[in-house]
């Protein structure tokens, strides 16, 4: 299978790219990891006139400490993002949830910009994202705007990024120490996306939940975040009942298609269940 | 559309052709280099028959356009054996291979090699569950995996020995 033909540009800065997107306008895709993009060509789901190569752009690539935020670049690849020894201390979700995504050879090529941009609801990063309190840092004609991730995915393949904006950076607040933490991703096989996944983020203080953070991968029409699972843990200590409290309320907001990783019920019992499991994860987590 | 010139080190040795954006390594590799050893297999990532090297990282080069890899260095299988360290005619990833009966059929086999090359560089003395998350990325419908894994734990061993020689 051939992608169709397009012309190639391959720019070394954002201000390049950003120009690029003006001038070609809807004709353009940019193209990051390409393990989304490319196979949608082959199968002609896309036919762009024009590939914008976002992978010269150095700018674009790594991860920094910024007072209590983590800023990774936009093409910043899952592997970097798995070794990254910043990450592990301060963002240690990101960095043991990269490990599930995909394969070795795709975590070279795939980028976490690619991951959240594509806006493809069976991506995990998105979730991450809302579980971590991201903002999204898209760059465009007007300068740069920030967008938290928990309101930038509007639909299947939709997000707020516009048309002549570039995803350039996420910035992520670093976990304060204590904090617990879990991905849970019921997938067949390595390399498949989620049936479900869930992602926490959860402190405890007098034994009590203080914070609690949920989103849910692939069992709606974006990542989801359940909210009044959130409050059936807050303010009051962890519990079998709460756990199941939350994980109720998970279920509920769910809207799953059915395929070939299971029908609605199954993947909305899945969905609770990951929740389950991810919180008491989390828990054993918080100090 | 118009062809791009692309300059590549593929297994040593530099070439400088016009490639078509859309043209995916792969097919560079196997029809203008003839370089047929990394398989076409699924095309949609998830095999790794056409696993390569670009760079030091282990890429599928179905995934991945021939215009992106200009000023890149590439290794396929057919460069594997030029590396062997102790000037052997095999690598030790593929006499792991050969002695361990780590191919049936050996579509997968190019793919694997390169891999289990570069996860071994990542890698030097990996445990069996690490091996198997390493070469996660390439299938095999014949084998089952255990003399894959045999096969690497071979290459890493016979690795390590011959460092131990050369030091």
């Known amino acids: ?287 | 559309m118009a062809k791009k010139l692309i300059s590549v080190k593929v297994n040593g040795r530099v070439q400088d052709k016009a490639v078509e954006p859309r043209t995916l390594l792969i097919h560079f590799l196997r029809e203008e280099l003839n370089l047929t050893g990394a398989h076409i297999g699924c095309e949609t990532s998830h095999c790794g028959a056409c696993t390569v090297d670009v760079d030091g990282h282990s890429v599928k080069a179905c995934t991945h356009l021939a215009v992106q890899c200009d000023g890149s260095e590439v290794l396929t299988v057919e460069g594997l054996a030029s590396l062997a360290k102790d000037g052997g005619v095999l690598h030790a990833v593929q006499e792991g291979f050969y002695k361990e009966h780590g191919l049936q059929c050996g579509f997968c086999t190019p793919g694997m090699l390169i891999r289990a090359y570069r996860f071994l560089q990542e890698n030097p003395s990996p445990s069996e569950t690490e091996i198997r998350a390493g070469m996660a990325g390439n299938l095999c419908r014949c084998t089952g995996y255990q003399n894959i894994v045999k096969a690497v734990q071979y290459a890493a061993a016979k690795l390590q020995q011959t460092e131990k020689v050369t030091a």
């Not at chain 1, 979700?93 to 069976?122: F, S």
């Open chain 1, 1 to 287: 299978m051939i992608p169709p033909a397009f012309d190639y540009h391959a720019p070394r800065s954002v201000g390049e790219a950003l120009s690029l997107l003006g001038t070609l306008g809807s004709d353009a895709k940019l193209l990051a990891g390409g393990h989304s993009l490319l196979p949608m060509m082959k199968l002609r789901f896309a036919q762009p006139a024009h590939l914008i190569d976002l992978n010269r752009i150095p700018a674009l690539r790594g991860i920094r400490d910024d007072g209590g935020d983590v800023v990774i670049g936009a093409m910043t690849v899952e592997n970097e993002l798995i070794a990254s020894p910043l990450l592990r201390a301060k963002l240690p979700l990101l960095a043991e949830a990269a490990k599930l995504i995909a394969d070795p050879q795709v975590r070279n090529r795939g980028t976490i910009g690619g991951d959240l941009a594509h806006g493809d609801p069976a991506n995990d990063h998105p979730a991450l994202a809302i579980a971590l309190d991201a903002t999204l840092v898209l760059e465009g004609p007007r300068g740069r705007r920030g967008v938290k991730a928990d309101g930038f995915f509007v639909g299947p393949y939709a997000t707020a990024l516009a048309d002549d904006e570039i995803l350039v950076e996420i910035r992520v607040p670093a976990l304060p120490n204590g904090t617990g933490w879990a991905y849970e991703k019921l997938k067949r096989k390595t390399g498949d996306w989620a049936t479900a996944a869930a992602a926490v983020v959860l402190r405890q203080a007098g034994g009590k939940v203080t914070h609690a953070r949920i989103a849910l991968t692939n069992v709606g029409p974006t990542a989801l975040r359940a909210t009044d699972a959130e409050k059936a843990l807050l303010g009051q200590p962890l519990s079998d009942a709460s756990i199941a409290a939350a994980a109720t309320a998970a279920r509920a907001v769910t809207d799953p298609a059915a395929d070939l990783r299971g029908d609605v019920a199954y993947k909305t019992a899945m969905a609770g269940q990951m929740v389950q499991r991810a919180i008491r994860a989390a828990a054993a987590r918080c100090a």
